[in-house]
């Protein structure tokens, strides 16, 4: 009997191969974090939190599986195969320390989780979502994993003296040591390299040993032979997954990620003249109307001032469609099925309106601060923001233009981008050139480094000294430079950072730390020092 019903599962899933294409086969899963935790949510924060850490996005799909979703079980049995060499040993390898690598955390906790909600259990490092898809018939069953807002926005904890603490992490500040194109290219080479499909199998089950029956078969029969016929034609293509890179370290490729899902790269071209966007923190980001650091989704009338009585349910709208587009690029689902997720993008805008960055972890010279307060209103808040004696942001000018930082983000967005960006964009915001920046607010700078769009400038030190930004520099695993501010460049002996550095080259196409020297000209080294003691606090 239960050969009989093997066979008609085998026979059921080489169907079901044979048909897998989006639309033939529908499934999509949830996270069991976000359902645990939703029951316990007393308001819409709560749950834009829980959104924001396991959201499923609707990204957990037979859709987005042909396109950054990925079967979990297989890649990560292939990078513990590459790591430990046979099946058998597959069990020992850690897999949080192989994601930490990358700048992908596996904290303990969660330091700005709701008190009131259970910390959630892991499966998978923080921002790695998984969960189970399921057609009936065909007969498939697959554990699927995607990358949610939480894997770029999320930052390990800092103490007093600036050392990172990888065992809890803070929602919502930058993930300054993420990876994703060394963990691409990882699992890229891990497939390329696992000797066959019997041992990445057995890989599998001494890994999962719990995987039905169902899910072996779809894996074996369905997806991995589709799996391998991908990574042969993309390396025939691009030598890669994909035909641009990533990221950098704490820097990533929104746009061409953007331009392959609007069809913008054409079929068998590689991408050579990227640009990567440092992830910023995200307090205050409600009293923007133009979004990203190039300003390029920008709301009517952007070039207005607002302040927190200007935020309505309006601006909460318009900011959740964004918000939710963000998926399009970052989790490769379609606009549509963005646009169906409203509601979730809502609750994040929800918690992003209580969230605030970790405090600076250490002692503040008030008198000196106090002093820098002067500095900042004079040269800095007519086009960063007002703050008060509270440090809360009480107007933000929503100022945009040049101020000299490299022009290839900016020019980048090109009309054709534009055009095809506000086809699908659904909300208030619309696509614009801007050939410019928009000046961010500075809360939660002081973890936020390095700093500018690119990421060229170490520590806040350098951007107030332009003659000393140094041409390369190492980030990734870091620790917080206190005197300067920043990435530390110079960490004391002993130091092993938490994830693998990755070196900034100023040279780079891009790369470019020059600019913005507006605002610090004229400073006397007693001047840069009060206010970059008072920038600490914001
Ligand atoms: C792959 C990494 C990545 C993922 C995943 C990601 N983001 Fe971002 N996010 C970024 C980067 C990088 C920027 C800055 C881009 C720029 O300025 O050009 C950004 C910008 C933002 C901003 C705009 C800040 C501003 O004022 O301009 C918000 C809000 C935001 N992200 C929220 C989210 C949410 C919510 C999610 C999940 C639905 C998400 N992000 C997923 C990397 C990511
Ligand atoms: C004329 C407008 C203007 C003034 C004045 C100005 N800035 Fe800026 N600032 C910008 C713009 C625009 C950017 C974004 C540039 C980029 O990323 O290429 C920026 C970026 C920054 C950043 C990097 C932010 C990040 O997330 O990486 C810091 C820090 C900063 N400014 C601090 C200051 C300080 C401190 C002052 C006052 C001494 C100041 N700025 C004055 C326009 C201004």
């Known amino acids: 009997m239960r050969r009989v019903l093997f066979f008609l599962l085998i026979a059921g899933i080489l169907a079901a191969a044979a048909a897998l294409r989006p639309g033939a086969l529908d499934f999509t899963a949830e996270t069991r974090q976000a359902a645990e935790a939703l029951p316990h949510a007393t308001s819409a924060a709560d749950r834009g939190v829980i959104q924001f850490a396991y959201g499923d996005w609707g990204a957990l799909s037979n859709h ?42 596996s904290p303990e906790r969660i330091a700005n989780w709701p008190e009131h909600i259970p910390q959630p ?32 926005h999320s930052s390990v904890t800092y103490g007093a003296d600036g050392t990172p603490d990888t065992t809890q992490v803070w929602l919502g500040m930058p993930n300054t040591s993420i990876n994703l194109e060394g963990y691409t290219q990882a699992v890229f080479a891990a497939l390329k390299a696992a000797p066959d499909d019997a041992a990445l199998m057995a890989a599998v089950m001494a890994m999962y040993p719990d995987t039905s029956l169902r899910e072996r078969t779809t894996l074996r029969y369905a997806i991995l032979p589709r799996l391998r016929g991908v990574v042969a034609e993309r390396d025939a293509q691009y030598g890669a997954f994909l035909p641009f890179q990533l990221s950098t370290n704490g820097a990533t490729n929104g746009l061409d990620s953007l331009r392959r899902r609007l069809d913008l790269i054409p079929e068998g071209e590689v991408v050579t003249d990227s640009t990567f966007n440092s992830i910023p923190d995200l307090q205050h980001r409600l009293l923007r109307r133009r979004l990203l650091l190039s300003g390029s989704y ?68 008030m008198s000196l601060a106090a002093e820098g307060a002067e500095i900042y209103a004079q040269n800095c808040a007519s086009c960063h923001g007002t703050y008060d004696d509270d440090l809360a942001l009480t107007s933000f000018p929503n100022w945009h233009g040049d101020v000299g930082t490299d022009p290839e983000r900016a020019r980048l967005v090109s009309p054709e981008f534009v055009a095809a960006a506000n086809d699908t964009l659904y909300g208030a915001y619309r696509a614009v050139e801007t050939g410019g920046y928009s000046a961010p607010p500075l809360t939660g700078i002081w973890a936020s480094g390095p700093y500018l769009h690119n990421g060229a400038v170490p520590t806040l030190w350098h951007l107030m000294r332009p003659e000393d930004r140094p041409a390369t520099f190492p980030v990734g695993g870091h620790r917080i430079d206190m005197e300067r501010v920043g990435i530390d460049i110079t960490p004391p002996e002993g130091f092993t950072p938490w994830a693998t550095p990755g070196i900034v080259d100023t040279a780079a196409f891009g790369m470019s730390a020059a600019g913005h020297e507006v605002g610090f000209e004229g400073l006397t080294d007693a001047e840069k020092d009060a206010l970059l003691e008072y920038l600490k606090q914001l």
């Open 64 to 105: 987005t599986m042909e396109v950054s979703a990925v079967p979990w079980k297989l890649t990560t049995a292939a990078l513990a195969l590459a790591e430990a060499g046979t099946p058998d040993a597959t069990p020992n390898v850690d897999l949080a320390a192989t994601f930490r690598q990358w700048g992908i955390h």
């Open 298 to 365: 920008a709301l009517p009338d952007p070039d207005t001032a607002m302040t927190p009585a200007s935020i309505n349910d309006s601006s909460r709208e318009a900011l959740a469609a964004m918000i939710g587009y963000f998926t399009v690029p970052a989790m490769g689902v379609t606009p549509d099925v963005a646009e169906a997720h409203q509601p979730e993008a809502l609750d994040v805008v929800a918690w992003l309106e209580t969230y605030s960055a970790q405090p600076y972890p250490a002692p503040i010279n």
């Open 121 to 152: 259990t892991r499966d998978a490092p923080l921002g790695q979502i998984t969960g189970v898809g399921r057609a009936a018939w065909p007969p498939i069953e697959v554990t699927a994993g995607n990358a949610v807002c939480a894997v770029c």
